[in-house]
C-alpha cells in the first residue's frame, strides 16, 4: 500500500515551453504533497508544499509563477514549469504524507527533466 | 529551524567489509521522526527505516543497523558484510512529529562498494 506515481520518468522539452508533471497517490488520499528538486550529485530541495483544495507554501527562493503547483483533488497534485530554461533541467520527486505506521512518507519515483 | 549533517559525502569500501554512515541533526521540537533513505542511480527513493525520537532502541534488519544516540543527535547507519548492490547514495532525514510537515535532508552519502 501507500503508492505514488509520478509521470512522467522523464521529459526532454525545448528552451521556452511548459512540462507538467503529475503525481497520484494511488490507494491513499494524500491532503498534502511535496515537491523537491534535485540537481546531479546534490540533495534533495524542498520546492514546494502542496495542499489540496488551497494555494501552495513555496520555499524561499523558489519561483511560484515558474512553477506552477495544482493540488486540485485527494489524489493529485501536478507541477507545471512554465517556460522552462536549460537551468532547470534537473531531477524534481514529489511526495505524499501517508499515516502508515511504518512510512510517514511515500515518494514518487521522480521526473528527470532536460531542457534544451 | 532543522538541519541534517552528512559529513562523509563519499565512501568506497570492497565488497564484504563493514561500513558506518553517519548522520547528525538539530532540531528544537522535542518530537521528531528520522528516517534513512537509499537513491540507487535510477533514482527513486528506496524507505529504509523510520524512529520515532522517543524509540532510542537500535534497530537491525538484515545486514542493515541503525544506532540512534539522542545524547550526541545522531543516527548512525551500518551496513556489515557489505555487497555491489549496496552501491547508492544514501539520505538521512528529519521530520518533525506535526502533520503536513516537510523532510529536511542531509547532503547524501555516496557509498561505493567494489567487488
Known amino acids: 500500500g501507500a503508492v505514488v506515481s509520478q509521470h512522467p520518468s522523464w521529459v526532454i522539452c525545448k528552451s521556452g515551453t511548459s512540462v507538467k508533471i503529475e503525481c497520484r497517490s494511488l490507494d491513499f488520499q494524500a491532503t498534502t504533497m511535496f515537491w523537491y528538486r534535485q540537481f546531479p550529485k546534490q540533495s534533495l530541495m524542498l520546492m514546494a508544499t502542496s495542499n489540496e483544495g488551497s494555494k501552495a507554501t513555496y520555499e524561499q527562493g523558489v519561483e511560484k509563477d515558474k512553477f506552477l503547483i495544482n493540488h486540485a483533488s485527494l489524489t493529485l497534485s501536478t507541477l507545471t514549469v512554465t517556460s522552462a530554461h536549460p537551468e532547470d533541467s534537473s531531477f524534481y520527486i514529489c511526495?505524499?504524507?501517508?499515516?502508515?505506521?511504518?512510512?510517514?512518507?511515500?515518494f514518487g519515483s521522480g521526473t528527470r527533466l532536460t531542457v534544451v | 529551524a532543522q538541519k541534517v549533517t552528512q559529513a562523509q559525502t563519499e565512501i568506497s569500501v570492497v565488497e564484504k567489509e563493514d561500513v558506518t554512515l553517519d548522520c547528525v541533526y538539530e532540531?528544537?521540537?522535542?518530537?521528531?521522526?528520522l528516517f534513512w533513505y537509499k537513491q540507487p542511480p535510477s533514482g527513486e527513493l528506496v524507505f529504509l527505516i523510520r524512529r520515532n525520537s522517543f524509540d532510542e532502541q537500535n534497530e537491525i534488519s538484515g545486514r542493515y543497523s541503525w544506532n540512534f544516540q539522542k545524547s550526541t543527535s545522531s543516527f548512525n547507519f551500518t551496513i556489515t558484510a557489505s555487497q555491489v548492490v549496496d552501491s547508492a547514495v544514501y539520505f538521512c532525514?528529519?521530520?518533525?512529529?506535526?502533520?503536513?510537515?516537510?523532510?529536511?535532508f542531509g547532503g547524501g552519502t555516496r557509498l561505493m562498494v567494489k567487488p
Open positions: 532540531t528544537r521540537d522535542t518530537t521528531y521522526y
Open positions: 511526495s505524499a504524507r501517508n499515516q502508515g505506521p511504518r512510512y510517514g512518507y511515500t
Open positions: 532525514a528529519l521530520s518533525p512529529n506535526n502533520a503536513g510537515n516537510m523532510l529536511t
